[in-house]
């Protein structure tokens, strides 16, 4: 049997925001490195690179994962999304507009992780309270420290989707 | 921070990922969805000269159930676990666990054979497979081996696999009717690492010789049970906070760090142990 040689320079083809990227990375590249210096995609910020932070989120086929605990080459050939990619989710642009109106964030720098994170929860629990909100967002850091407005910000657009009631 | 440069490759298969040990195991590592083994990395706790990437076997991602066990297999996902029904309805210890491991963008990534092959003491599903009684199924050149959980873990990131061994899957025994399980952790926040924390499991039977388990993680070297505070509170369900810590403090050797000391640990211990004897013995 003849299995596969370990390189440690990895040829890479994702499909970022619709866009095909195809380059030729360093073994050790994480995701968000790749999509920041390589297909110049910027949204999504890189911060603590240990998987604490949050501000690195993306979708990976469509699922939410850390850019700074995933290697390109390990997702090669996979869908990844980014917030700037999403634009025309409109679950995502109610939470825009939300966080605009209830002013979720000062920096801005934990909002692209802030979003995509409230966006995968309330496609995954669309009965949910406060208390929930507050555990689901646990993993993204603002250093605003701007989570009264946040959790009100997500609070609102769970509400539009089932009703009143979000406590 | 980065990590230092390695050489990455894919096994596509088990049998594969088994070749590939034998050639690189010496210096080399498995990666499984990386939510560990990645900030290691980058912390530079870990240097291996080559990845070997099992993340897309397919054939060990399932859970299903088979003759009085329901088997995981290592690369199902804790977000996996967490939306199963043979899971939620048969293993409610390991349901409600998981809830507590980080975030849902690690739980989407991080698989249960991941986080038993690392061994890290403040995990939670060790504790699990520990209270559960679980098997853990691992393979090799040489075929299969099957390890119980509590001989498994060894101590800090050390377990019996050998590095030219893949864990395969957890074989968990279906619990008799009327048993109780309980889990608690304690933390500064949702989602972070454990100060202290509890899997707990009592099966009905004869008074006294109640199968009880109580399972610490985050309070030592390895998740390990307290045998002697079972011993205590299978003979009277109740017990004052002075002997529950008096037997804690043989069972359990918590270290301190920057989260606690070992006698806030120790103490800690014997909180979630009275809040779990509400919830084993109602």
Same mark, same amino acid.
């Given at each position: 049997m003849?299995?596969?040689v370990p ?14 990227v195809r380059?030729v990375t360093?073994?050790r590249?994480?995701l968000?490195?790749?999509l ?5 995609v910027?949204?999504?910020h ?6 604490v932070?949050?501000?690195?989120t ?11 605990l ?10 990844i ?17 939300a ?19 409230a966006?995968e929860?309330?496609e ?11 555990k ?21 657009v ?6 009143p009631?979000?406590? | ?8 490759v ?7 990922a088994?070749d590939?040990l ?31 990437d099992?993340?897309?076997?397919n ?11 329901i088997?995981?297999?290592?690369l ?7 939306t ?13 666990a998981v ?9 989407? !990534?991080? &698989?249960?054979?991941?986080? +038993?092959a690392? $061994? ?5 599903l060790? /504790?699990?497979?520990?209270a %559960?009684d ?16 509590d001989a ?20 968990v025994?279906?619990?008799a009717?009327?048993?109780r399980?309980?889990f608690?952790?304690?933390?500064r ?10 899997a707990?499991?009592?099966?009905p ?13 985050g309070?030592?070297h390895r998740?390990? !049970?307290? &045998?002697?505070?079972e011993? +205590?509170?299978? $003979?009277?369900n109740?017990?004052?906070?002075? /002997?529950i810590l008096d037997? %804690?403090?043989?069972?359990l050797?918590p270290t301190?760090d920057?989260?606690?000391t070992?006698?806030?640990r120790?103490?800690?211990?014997a ?7 509400g919830?084993?013995?109602?």
């Amino acid at each position: 049997m003849t299995s596969p040689v370990p390189e440690e320079d990895v040829f890479v083809t994702l499909e970022i925001n619709g866009r095909v990227v195809r380059c030729v990375t360093e073994a050790r590249t994480h995701l968000i490195d790749f999509l920041r210096d390589e297909a110049s995609v910027l949204g999504s910020h890189v911060s603590c690179e240990h998987g604490v932070c949050g501000a690195c989120t993306v979708q990976v086929n469509g699922e939410i994962a850390r850019g700074c605990l995933i290697l390109a080459a390990q997702v090669d050939g996979s869908k990844i999304d980014t917030v700037e990619g999403l634009g025309t989710n409109a679950l995502l642009r109610k939470l825009q507009e939300a966080f605009v109106k209830h002013n979720a964030l000062q920096c801005g720098f934990c909002t692209p992780g802030m979003l995509l994170t409230a966006l995968e929860f309330i496609e995954r629990r669309p009965s949910t309270n406060r208390a929930e909100i507050r555990k689901a967002i646990s993993g993204n850091y603002c250093r605003c420290t701007g989570y009264h407005s946040i959790v009100e910000a997500i609070a609102e657009v769970a509400e539009s989707r089932r009703g009143p009631g979000v406590h | 921070m980065k990590s230092s440069p390695f050489a990455y490759v894919r096994a596509q298969s088990v049998t594969e990922a088994i070749d590939l040990l034998e050639r690189h195991g010496d210096d080399g590592r498995l990666l499984a969805g990386g939510q560990s083994l990645l900030p290691m990395l980058a912390y530079r706790m870990s240097s291996p000269s080559t990845l070997i990437d099992i993340g897309r076997i397919n054939e060990l991602r399932f859970i299903e159930q088979d003759d009085g066990v329901i088997r995981i297999g290592a690369l199902t996902r804790h977000a996996d676990l967490e939306t199963n029904n043979l899971i939620a309805n048969q293993l409610p210890l390991i349901a409600r666990a998981v809830q507590n491991i980080a975030h849902s963008a690690i739980r989407n !990534r991080g &698989t249960i054979g991941g986080s +038993l092959a690392l $061994a890290d003491p403040a995990a939670q599903l060790p /504790a699990c497979m520990i209270a %559960l009684d679980a098997t853990i199924v691992t393979c090799g050149r040489l075929g299969e081996r099957r390890i119980e959980a509590d001989a498994f873990f060894r101590g800090t990131y050390e377990t019996a696999l050998s590095n030219k061994e893949l864990l395969t899957c957890v074989e968990v025994p279906l619990a008799a009717a009327g048993t109780r399980v309980h889990f608690a952790q304690l933390s500064r926040r949702h989602g972070d690492f454990a100060i202290v924390g509890l899997a707990g499991i009592r099966s009905p039977g004869p008074k006294l010789v109640d199968p009880l388990r109580l399972v610490y993680f985050g309070c030592g070297h390895r998740a390990a !049970r307290a &045998t002697q505070t079972e011993a +205590l509170l299978r $003979a009277q369900n109740s017990s004052s906070r002075a /002997a529950i810590l008096d037997s %804690l403090s043989h069972d359990l050797h918590p270290t301190t760090d920057l989260n606690a000391t070992a006698e806030m640990r120790l103490h800690l211990a014997a909180v979630l142990a009275e809040r779990a004897l509400g919830e084993l013995f109602s």
